[in-house]
């Protein structure tokens, strides 16, 4: 089993950033790609960011060139800074993990976390 728990949202005004972190636990060298979801109510589960075992990064359109992922897989965990923030942007972020990267980016990973919150105000 992988365990995964998200910090680091909160509250920001428009252009702000943040940097969401997440402790990854259990059997996470079975999953070969980590990365960030998010949900807003009502709507689906929408892929943020991958990056799989060789370091290779993919992005969402709608964050290209403002959000970036790392990792730090000796204490394996996960990042995302997420720099010139826009309300739309506003949503529950789930730091998840998946056998590769297409069905993490789906937005339909094997395992995600319990979350954390962004809000962006204008």
């Known amino acids: 089993q992988v365990q995964l728990v998200e910090s680091g949202g909160g509250s920001v005004q428009a252009g702000g950033s943040l940097r969401l972190s997440c402790a990854a636990s259990?059997?996470?060298?079975?999953?070969?790609?980590m990365g960030w979801i998010r949900q807003v109510p009502g709507k689906e589960r929408e892929g943020v960011a991958g990056?799989?075992?060789?370091?290779?990064?993919t992005y969402a359109e709608s964050v290209k060139g403002r959000f970036t992922i790392s990792q730090d897989k000796a204490k394996n965990s996960l990042f995302l800074q997420m720099n010139s923030l826009r309300p739309e942007d506003s949503a529950m972020y789930y730091c998840?993990?998946?056998?590769?990267?297409?069905?993490?980016?789906?937005?339909?990973?094997?395992?995600w976390g319990q979350g954390t919150q962004v809000t962006v105000s204008s």
């Open positions: 998840a993990a998946d056998l590769g990267c297409r069905t993490l980016l789906a937005g339909s990973p094997l395992v």
């Open positions: 990056i799989d075992d060789d370091g290779n990064t």
């Open positions: 259990g059997n996470t060298y079975s999953m070969s790609c």
